[in-house]
């Protein structure tokens, strides 16, 4: 395992390919430039702070947590001034994101959510109050809603999506499914797959 110090290198490394590679206005990225730096296979979407596969590949080569990776970054990224248009990229009008995400409850049961939005940061912070008041499934206090995965689609197909990968879901007892398209999982499941012209497949266990 790294330590901090060498896993806070690879990030500067990161955020360093992030601002070579980005545009003047500081939102996009040329993802195919760093994926060559890493030499990675993965698919990188689009936005720095929901692309759970350059973080993952971090998390990799430095054997460290990959919730430790996105926190690391992120209080990195809170030291650059085009932080606010990093963190909340917001989609064309006719778009949404489909997204998938998780939280632990209190009970230590492991809350696998997919669900659609606008604007990523917003929703996360609604999930946060909602799940920390809920009745049941209640949000663990040391715990917080984190994304596992993005994609950027047409309103209309975000809707579509989300539903035919839930009924998917249920059909393969990812877990016992609960309101608010929610999914308690007695066991992490090891990945899950969202399919939409293709299939996209989230290595979950290796990514918490």
Not at 81 to 102: C, F, Q, S, W
């Amino acid at each position: 395992m790294a330590s901090i110090k060498q896993l806070d290198k690879e990030i500067e490394r990161l955020v360093n390919r992030m601002h070579d590679c980005g545009s003047t206005q500081g939102r996009k990225y040329n993802w195919e430039q760093i994926k060559d730096i890493y030499n990675s296979d993965e698919r990188l979407s689009d936005y720095w702070d929901y692309t759970p596969e350059a973080f993952l590949y971090v998390a990799k080569i430095t054997r460290r947590p990959y919730t430790e990776v996105q926190r690391r970054l992120e209080k990195r990224m809170a030291k650059v001034k085009t932080t606010k248009t990093l963190i909340k990229p917001n989609v064309a009008k006719d778009k949404e994101y489909l997204y998938i995400g998780y939280y632990i409850d209190a009970d230590n049961n492991f809350i696998l959510k997919v669900g659609t939005t606008k604007n990523l940061e917003q929703r996360r912070r609604q999930h946060n109050n909602t799940y920390r008041k809920a009745k049941r499934y209640t949000m663990a206090d040391d715990s917080e809603f984190i994304y596992l995965w993005s994609i950027p689609l047409s309103k209309y197909n975000t809707l579509r999506f989300e539903d035919r990968t839930k009924e998917i879901w249920k059909e393969e007892n990812i877990g016992m499914y609960i309101r608010n398209d929610r999914f308690v999982c007695e066991v992490i499941p090891k990945t899950v797959k969202v399919t939409i012209k293709k299939t996209y497949e989230i290595p979950i266990r290796e990514m918490i």
